[in-house]
Nanobody
Framework: EVQLQASGGGLVQPGGSLRLSCAASGFTFGDYGIGWFRQAPGKEREGVAGISTVDDNTEYADSVKGRFTISRNSALKTVYLQMNSLKPEDTAVYYC?????????????????WGQGTQVTVSS
C-alpha cells in the first residue's frame, strides 16, 4: 500500500522558516517523482514543487522560487520542503504526493497518490 506521511507544519512568523518532511512507503522510492502541493482556505489546490527521481531535477511554482527548496533522501525514503522567507500568503495545508512518472512537476494531474496534509500558518 502506497503511503505518504507529511509532517513538520506549524505556526511561524513572517520571514521565518519551516521544513516539511514526506515519508514514503509501499513503493520503490526511486521509481517515482514526489511533489508538494498546498491548499489555502477558499482556494484551489496548487502545485508548489516537485523533484524527479532520475536526475533530481526540480520544478517550482513561481510564487515560491528562490524561497523554497525541495530535496530528497533516498536512504530514508523522505522528501523535504525547506521553506524560507515565509509570507502570510503561504498559509495553507501542505500535501505531498507521488507522481505517476519518474519526473515530478507541479501539475496535479500527474499525481496518483496523496498523503494527509500538514498545516502551515504564517502569522505574526
Amino acid at each position: 500500500e502506497v503511503q505518504l506521511q507529511a509532517s513538520g507544519g506549524g505556526l511561524v512568523q513572517p520571514g521565518g522558516s519551516l521544513r516539511l518532511s514526506c515519508a514514503a512507503s509501499g513503493f520503490t522510492f526511486g521509481d517515482y517523482g514526489i511533489g508538494w502541493f498546498r491548499q489555502a482556505p477558499g482556494k484551489e489546490r496548487e502545485g508548489v514543487a516537485g523533484i524527479s527521481t532520475v536526475d533530481d531535477n526540480t520544478e517550482y511554482a513561481d510564487s515560491v522560487k528562490g524561497r523554497f527548496t525541495i530535496s530528497r533522501n533516498s536512504a530514508l525514503k523522505t522528501v523535504y520542503l525547506q521553506m524560507n522567507s515565509l509570507k502570510p500568503e503561504d498559509t495553507a495545508v501542505y500535501y505531498c504526493a507521488r507522481s505517476i512518472f519518474k519526473r515530478a512537476t507541479t501539475r496535479e494531474f500527474e499525481y496518483a497518490y496523496w498523503g494527509q496534509g500538514t498545516q502551515v500558518t504564517v502569522s505574526s
